[in-house]
């Protein structure tokens, strides 16, 4: 039997924790001295704390460790907190790296170097396209980029299955949903000359647009936010009103890396 302070040192923990865990049930001692109170833990129990350091090392929680500890099949209780919590980290650092992405692009700003070139107005011609949708769970890349990855790979299987003709550039646009902070996602490329009906895709006939607020944005997705908001901004600075839903048409992107993508931001405007 080991005394609770040999048992924190063997297991790399605080005599504090230990109580800790006994208090929520976790780990309890295998024995207490009835005289002295003294928590006495049995050799076989170390194993079991060894366990609960190293998940909660990997960031799993205690709710995780008792799970794994009192599983019948430890084993694939085990895989599959660790498959979760892999989950968890793989988005967590997909969104850090967004976000590190955004911060160096608003660093360049600071520094002179512009998101996007000049703003012209003028008028966009109406287009065919063939389109799909879906809907993000709010504005900015971190919903949108996903949501985009998800919805454009099945459009291009599908119009390749379907043996239309289509073509570059691919346009996007954005439309909020109606009383909630959702918006709804348009992917597309542009049609042939005989559109035909299909499975996986709409044949859609984008208006014209009157007046458009149209520049260009050259970098990755991640700073595409930036660029809208400084966008949006010169627009408003202009005393131009925002009028309908803003369309992305990807000039150049892939196989390009996306640092040399080229983007065309188009807002009607009156």
């Known amino acids: 039997m080991y005394t609770i302070g040999e048992f924190a040192a063997f297991g ?35 194993g079991e704390l060894l ?12 709710e995780d460790a008792a799970a794994v500890l009192r599983a019948d099949d430890g084993t694939a209780t085990l895989r599959s907190v660790l498959v979760r919590r892999r989950a968890e ?24 170097a512009p998101l996007m070139t000049s703003i012209e107005y003028r008028r966009i011609e109406p287009v065919t396209v063939y389109a799909a949708s879906g ?28 043996g239309v003709e289509y073509r570059e550039p691919g346009i996007f646009w954005y439309e909020e949903v109606e009383g909630s902070e959702d918006l709804r996602v348009t992917v597309s490329m542009l049609a042939g000359d005989d559109p035909r009906e299909g499975d996986g895709y709409a044949i859609v006939e984008l208006p014209a ?24 901004q010169a627009i408003a600075a202009a005393g131009h009103r925002f009028v309908g839903a803003c369309r992305e048409v990807y000039l150049e992107s892939e196989p390009l890396p996306q640092s040399e993508w080229v983007t065309e931001l188009q807002q009607p405007v009156a």
């Open 51 to 62: 366990r609960i350091v190293e998940l909660r090392d990997l960031g799993c929680s205690l």
């Open 135 to 162: 809907i993000a769970r709010g504005m900015g890349p971190e919903n949108v980029t996903p949501l985009v990855d998800e919805i454009l790979p099945p459009l291009i299987a599908a119009l390749d299955a379907a």
């Open 12 to 46: 790399h923990v605080s005599v504090r924790m230990l109580r800790h865990y006994d208090a929520i049930g976790l780990l309890t001692p295998a024995r207490v001295d009835v005289h002295s109170g003294y928590r006495l833990y049995h050799e076989s129990q170390l």
């Open 209 to 232: 647009i009157e007046r458009a607020a149209v520049t260009t944005y050259r970098g990755d997705m991640p700073g595409i936010g930036r660029a809208w908001n400084e966008f949006s």
């Open 89 to 112: 980290l793989a988005a967590s650092l997909a969104d850090d790296a967004a976000r590190l992405s955004r911060l160096d692009a608003r660093l360049s700003t600071l520094e002179g």
